[in-house]
């Protein structure tokens, strides 16, 4: 299932109202913070973001909504746990990486066991930790 989320943002700019929306695939396009959702917005609407509509747009307030996939899980009263939904993301990845070998080598699917699907992140956390 797809991870995504709706994001909107209305603002004025020299008299003029601007409400921009966009729906984000988190698995493509996942933002290290809320500034990166701006980015992607104004991407998606044609907005330079060297100008000064994209400074106005960055003091307004992002509106999120219609949450897929792991993205539900992370949204409570129309705000976006984005550290939480990152992290959670990143540790899929790693589950998809190492989920097939740990089943190869225990026949055990680590989506079907907690114990061993804590222990594969905890060992590629510590692995990480090392490099």
């Not at 603002?11 to 729906?23: K, V, W």
């Amino acid at each position: 299932m797809e991870n995504s989320i709706d994001v909107h943002v209305e603002f004025s700019f020299r008299g003029e109202d601007y409400s921009l929306s966009a729906s984000v695939n988190l698995d493509e396009h996942m933002p290290a913070d809320s500034s990166g959702f701006y980015r992607i917005l104004a991407h998606m609407n044609d907005v330079d973001t060297y100008s000064y509509l994209y400074e106005v747009m960055e003091e307004s307030e992002l509106e999120f909504d219609n949450p897929k996939g792991l993205a539900a899980e992370y949204f409570r009263e129309g705000r976006l746990n984005l550290p939480g939904l990152a992290n959670r993301l990143f540790e899929e990845r790693i589950l998809e990486r190492v989920g097939p070998i740990a089943i190869r080598e225990t026949g055990v699917d680590p989506a079907q066991n907690e114990g061993l699907r804590r222990l594969l992140l905890e060992v590629w956390h510590l692995a990480a930790d090392h490099e």
